[in-house]
T-cell receptor, first 113, second 114 residues
Protein backbone atom coordinates (compact mmCIF):
# COMPACT_ATOMS: atom_id res chain seq x y z
CA UNK A 1 0.00 0.00 0.00
CA UNK A 2 1.54 3.30 -1.05
CA UNK A 3 -0.97 5.64 0.58
CA UNK A 4 -0.62 7.82 3.68
CA UNK A 5 -0.18 5.76 6.85
CA UNK A 6 -0.67 6.77 10.47
CA UNK A 7 0.32 5.13 13.72
CA UNK A 8 -1.23 4.31 16.09
CA UNK A 9 -4.77 4.02 14.81
CA UNK A 10 -6.22 4.35 18.30
CA UNK A 11 -4.79 5.83 21.48
CA UNK A 12 -6.40 5.97 24.91
CA UNK A 13 -4.62 8.02 27.51
CA UNK A 14 -5.24 9.63 30.86
CA UNK A 15 -5.50 13.37 31.28
CA UNK A 16 -2.13 14.94 31.78
CA UNK A 17 -0.13 12.34 29.85
CA UNK A 18 1.87 13.09 26.70
CA UNK A 19 1.09 11.35 23.42
CA UNK A 20 2.88 11.22 20.06
CA UNK A 21 1.44 10.28 16.70
CA UNK A 22 3.31 9.42 13.52
CA UNK A 23 2.41 10.05 9.88
CA UNK A 24 4.15 8.60 6.82
CA UNK A 25 3.14 10.46 3.66
CA UNK A 26 3.00 9.16 0.11
CA UNK A 27 6.68 8.76 -0.70
CA UNK A 28 7.14 11.43 -3.37
CA UNK A 29 4.91 14.02 -1.69
CA UNK A 30 6.79 17.03 -0.32
CA UNK A 31 3.87 18.61 1.57
CA UNK A 32 2.38 17.17 4.73
CA UNK A 33 -0.64 18.42 6.69
CA UNK A 34 -2.22 17.74 10.07
CA UNK A 35 -5.93 18.20 10.73
CA UNK A 36 -8.15 17.52 13.73
CA UNK A 37 -11.72 16.28 13.48
CA UNK A 38 -14.24 16.15 16.31
CA UNK A 39 -17.48 14.19 16.18
CA UNK A 40 -19.96 15.54 13.66
CA UNK A 41 -17.60 18.21 12.35
CA UNK A 42 -15.40 18.57 9.33
CA UNK A 43 -11.62 18.40 9.76
CA UNK A 44 -9.90 21.58 10.94
CA UNK A 45 -6.42 22.55 9.79
CA UNK A 46 -3.62 22.41 12.38
CA UNK A 47 -0.33 22.81 10.53
CA UNK A 48 1.57 21.99 7.37
CA UNK A 49 5.11 21.30 6.21
CA UNK A 50 6.87 21.73 2.93
CA UNK A 51 9.75 19.29 3.13
CA UNK A 52 11.11 19.79 6.65
CA UNK A 53 9.94 23.40 7.03
CA UNK A 54 6.80 24.08 9.06
CA UNK A 55 5.18 26.87 7.06
CA UNK A 56 1.87 27.50 8.78
CA UNK A 57 0.32 26.81 12.15
CA UNK A 58 -3.30 27.32 13.11
CA UNK A 59 -4.20 29.15 16.28
CA UNK A 60 -5.83 25.84 17.24
CA UNK A 61 -2.30 24.54 17.74
CA UNK A 62 -1.71 25.61 21.33
CA UNK A 63 1.71 25.53 22.95
CA UNK A 64 0.94 22.00 24.19
CA UNK A 65 1.08 20.80 20.59
CA UNK A 66 4.25 20.40 18.57
CA UNK A 67 4.82 18.92 15.15
CA UNK A 68 8.03 17.97 13.41
CA UNK A 69 9.15 16.62 10.10
CA UNK A 70 12.89 16.30 10.68
CA UNK A 71 14.06 14.89 7.36
CA UNK A 72 11.19 15.90 5.15
CA UNK A 73 9.73 12.42 5.22
CA UNK A 74 7.59 11.21 8.14
CA UNK A 75 6.09 13.62 10.66
CA UNK A 76 5.22 13.42 14.34
CA UNK A 77 2.57 15.31 16.26
CA UNK A 78 3.04 15.47 20.03
CA UNK A 79 0.46 16.64 22.54
CA UNK A 80 1.75 17.39 26.00
CA UNK A 81 -0.38 17.37 29.17
CA UNK A 82 -3.42 16.06 27.34
CA UNK A 83 -6.86 17.40 28.20
CA UNK A 84 -10.26 15.83 27.62
CA UNK A 85 -10.90 18.45 24.95
CA UNK A 86 -8.05 16.98 22.92
CA UNK A 87 -10.15 13.87 22.25
CA UNK A 88 -10.58 13.78 18.48
CA UNK A 89 -9.49 12.11 15.27
CA UNK A 90 -6.12 13.40 14.13
CA UNK A 91 -5.75 13.20 10.37
CA UNK A 92 -2.63 13.49 8.27
CA UNK A 93 -2.58 14.31 4.56
CA UNK A 94 0.08 14.77 1.92
CA UNK A 95 0.36 16.37 -1.49
CA UNK A 96 2.77 17.47 -4.17
CA UNK A 97 3.56 21.11 -4.82
CA UNK A 98 1.10 22.26 -7.45
CA UNK A 99 -0.38 18.78 -7.35
CA UNK A 100 -3.92 17.64 -7.54
CA UNK A 101 -5.32 17.73 -4.06
CA UNK A 102 -4.52 16.33 -0.65
CA UNK A 103 -4.59 12.63 0.19
CA UNK A 104 -5.50 11.56 3.67
CA UNK A 105 -4.43 8.76 5.95
CA UNK A 106 -6.76 6.63 8.11
CA UNK A 107 -6.36 8.89 11.14
CA UNK A 108 -5.45 8.38 14.79
CA UNK A 109 -8.40 8.34 17.18
CA UNK A 110 -7.37 9.88 20.52
CA UNK A 111 -9.46 9.39 23.64
CA UNK A 112 -8.43 11.28 26.77
CA UNK A 113 -9.98 9.91 29.97
CA UNK B 1 -12.63 34.05 6.64
CA UNK B 2 -13.77 31.24 4.38
CA UNK B 3 -16.86 29.35 5.53
CA UNK B 4 -18.14 26.18 3.90
CA UNK B 5 -21.70 24.94 4.35
CA UNK B 6 -23.20 21.64 3.35
CA UNK B 7 -26.93 21.12 3.19
CA UNK B 8 -28.63 18.86 4.06
CA UNK B 9 -26.76 17.50 7.06
CA UNK B 10 -28.33 14.09 6.47
CA UNK B 11 -30.10 12.46 3.55
CA UNK B 12 -31.80 9.08 3.10
CA UNK B 13 -32.82 7.83 -0.33
CA UNK B 14 -33.93 4.47 -1.75
CA UNK B 15 -31.41 2.45 -3.69
CA UNK B 16 -31.27 3.26 -7.38
CA UNK B 17 -32.22 6.92 -7.10
CA UNK B 18 -30.07 9.74 -8.37
CA UNK B 19 -29.18 12.39 -5.79
CA UNK B 20 -27.45 15.73 -5.39
CA UNK B 21 -25.36 16.95 -2.48
CA UNK B 22 -24.76 20.66 -2.06
CA UNK B 23 -21.78 22.69 -0.92
CA UNK B 24 -21.53 26.46 -0.65
CA UNK B 25 -18.60 28.69 0.25
CA UNK B 26 -18.42 32.35 1.17
CA UNK B 27 -15.18 33.45 -0.52
CA UNK B 28 -15.07 32.79 -4.26
CA UNK B 29 -11.29 33.25 -4.43
CA UNK B 30 -10.52 29.54 -4.38
CA UNK B 31 -7.73 27.52 -5.97
CA UNK B 32 -9.68 24.28 -6.07
CA UNK B 33 -12.50 22.34 -4.44
CA UNK B 34 -12.27 18.72 -3.39
CA UNK B 35 -15.03 16.23 -2.53
CA UNK B 36 -14.27 13.47 -0.05
CA UNK B 37 -16.03 10.42 1.29
CA UNK B 38 -15.66 9.34 4.93
CA UNK B 39 -16.86 6.04 6.33
CA UNK B 40 -17.59 5.91 10.08
CA UNK B 41 -14.40 6.05 12.14
CA UNK B 42 -12.21 6.14 9.04
CA UNK B 43 -10.08 8.63 7.16
CA UNK B 44 -11.06 10.60 4.07
CA UNK B 45 -11.10 9.23 0.55
CA UNK B 46 -10.71 11.78 -2.23
CA UNK B 47 -13.47 11.47 -4.81
CA UNK B 48 -13.11 14.42 -7.16
CA UNK B 49 -11.10 17.61 -7.40
CA UNK B 50 -12.20 20.61 -9.46
CA UNK B 51 -9.73 23.36 -10.26
CA UNK B 52 -11.04 26.92 -10.09
CA UNK B 53 -10.94 27.19 -13.90
CA UNK B 54 -13.06 24.07 -14.38
CA UNK B 55 -16.83 23.69 -14.35
CA UNK B 56 -17.14 20.00 -13.65
CA UNK B 57 -15.38 16.69 -13.14
CA UNK B 58 -16.68 13.16 -13.56
CA UNK B 59 -15.64 9.81 -12.17
CA UNK B 60 -17.86 6.82 -12.81
CA UNK B 61 -21.28 7.49 -11.28
CA UNK B 62 -20.07 10.73 -9.68
CA UNK B 63 -20.19 14.18 -11.21
CA UNK B 64 -19.10 17.33 -9.41
CA UNK B 65 -19.82 20.82 -10.67
CA UNK B 66 -18.42 24.17 -9.62
CA UNK B 67 -19.90 27.66 -9.95
CA UNK B 68 -17.18 29.77 -8.43
CA UNK B 69 -18.90 33.10 -8.89
CA UNK B 70 -21.93 32.00 -6.89
CA UNK B 71 -19.85 30.05 -4.38
CA UNK B 72 -21.51 26.69 -5.03
CA UNK B 73 -20.61 23.13 -5.87
CA UNK B 74 -22.76 20.04 -6.26
CA UNK B 75 -21.94 16.36 -6.16
CA UNK B 76 -24.29 14.26 -8.27
CA UNK B 77 -24.48 10.52 -7.58
CA UNK B 78 -26.24 8.44 -10.20
CA UNK B 79 -28.01 5.14 -9.56
CA UNK B 80 -27.22 5.11 -5.84
CA UNK B 81 -26.14 1.87 -4.14
CA UNK B 82 -26.06 0.82 -0.46
CA UNK B 83 -22.26 0.98 -0.65
CA UNK B 84 -22.54 4.73 -1.27
CA UNK B 85 -23.71 5.20 2.33
CA UNK B 86 -21.13 7.44 4.01
CA UNK B 87 -20.50 11.05 4.97
CA UNK B 88 -19.56 13.29 2.06
CA UNK B 89 -17.38 16.32 2.75
CA UNK B 90 -16.43 19.18 0.49
CA UNK B 91 -13.34 21.29 1.07
CA UNK B 92 -11.94 24.40 -0.59
CA UNK B 93 -8.38 25.62 -0.89
CA UNK B 94 -7.85 29.37 -1.06
CA UNK B 95 -6.19 30.89 -4.10
CA UNK B 96 -3.60 33.11 -2.45
CA UNK B 97 -0.03 31.92 -2.68
CA UNK B 98 1.15 29.97 0.32
CA UNK B 99 -2.34 29.27 1.63
CA UNK B 100 -2.35 25.51 1.53
CA UNK B 101 -4.98 24.57 4.05
CA UNK B 102 -8.32 23.05 3.17
CA UNK B 103 -11.46 24.50 4.74
CA UNK B 104 -14.11 21.83 5.18
CA UNK B 105 -17.85 21.79 5.50
CA UNK B 106 -19.47 19.68 8.21
CA UNK B 107 -20.57 17.05 5.70
CA UNK B 108 -23.72 15.35 4.50
CA UNK B 109 -24.42 11.94 5.98
CA UNK B 110 -25.91 9.83 3.20
CA UNK B 111 -27.88 6.64 3.77
CA UNK B 112 -28.98 4.51 0.83
CA UNK B 113 -31.92 2.32 1.73
CA UNK B 114 -31.84 -1.15 0.09
Amino acid sequence: DTGVSQDPRHKITKRGQNVTFRCDPISEHNRLYWYRQTLGQGPEFLTYFQNEAQLEKSRLLSDRFSAERPKGSFSTLEIQRTEQGDSAMYLCASSLTGGLGQFFGPGTRLTVL
Amino acid sequence: KQEVTQIPAALSVPEGENLVLNCSFTDSAIYNLQWFRQDPGKGLTSLLLIQSSQREQTSGRLNASLDKSSGRSTLYIAASQPGDSATYLCAVRASNFGNEKLTFGTGTRLTIIP
